[in-house]
């Protein structure tokens, strides 16, 4: 079984010392808003690193760290109408591979619903995990968004699936919202 955390760091290099320590056993890390300048190497000891990084313009980015005796390869690494994306297969006992994404969606742009369905077309056993700044009531975020409306289409679709242990997706909450 592979195990997998997903974060909001608001900056990876100011984090680093702390990462380690706290994410070590996870066999996949995925971090938003790593906020990395593309020009810098980043490593994280024991992982292999898969970033996406804006060019020209400050913040964001995203990371996938995947352990470095897991047998992966790179499938996606790109950005479309604000919707940053890096996509990697991991080959399994149980399945022939496993698809692991990450996706962070800007709080000015809506859902780009092509990209769920050109991940399930790349593999249909796929987690897709990441910051959609979706807010959807059903889900226990105090209001909707246009975001939480496009992420219920998804769900109403039956192309991808919630799963949810009721844990708190973040440290403080004080802006209305359990997904992140």
Known sequence: MISICHININSITK???ELLPRFSK?????????NRKSERPFSLLGYNIFRSDRVGKAGGEI????????????????????????????????????????IYVAPTAKI????????YNINNNCIIIGDLNAKLSEMG???????GKQLQELL?????????????????????????
């Open 15 to 17: 984090h680093k010392v």
């Open 26 to 34: 996870y066999d996949v890390i995925s971090a938003n808003e790593t």
């Open 63 to 102: 990371l996938l760290a995947v352990k470095e005796h897991i047998k992966c390869r790179e499938i996606i690494n790109k950005t479309t109408h604000k919707n940053e994306i890096i996509a990697v297969q991991i080959k399994t006992l149980l399945y022939k591979s496993i698809l692991i994404s990450s």
């Open 112 to 119: 780009d619903i092509n990209i769920f369905q050109e991940l």
């Open 141 to 147: 975020s105090t209001k909707t968004n246009a975001r």
């Open 156 to 180: 109403n679709e039956g192309l991808i699936e919630f799963v949810d242990d009721d844990s708190t997706t973040f440290e403080k909450n004080d802006y209305g919202t359990k997904l992140d």
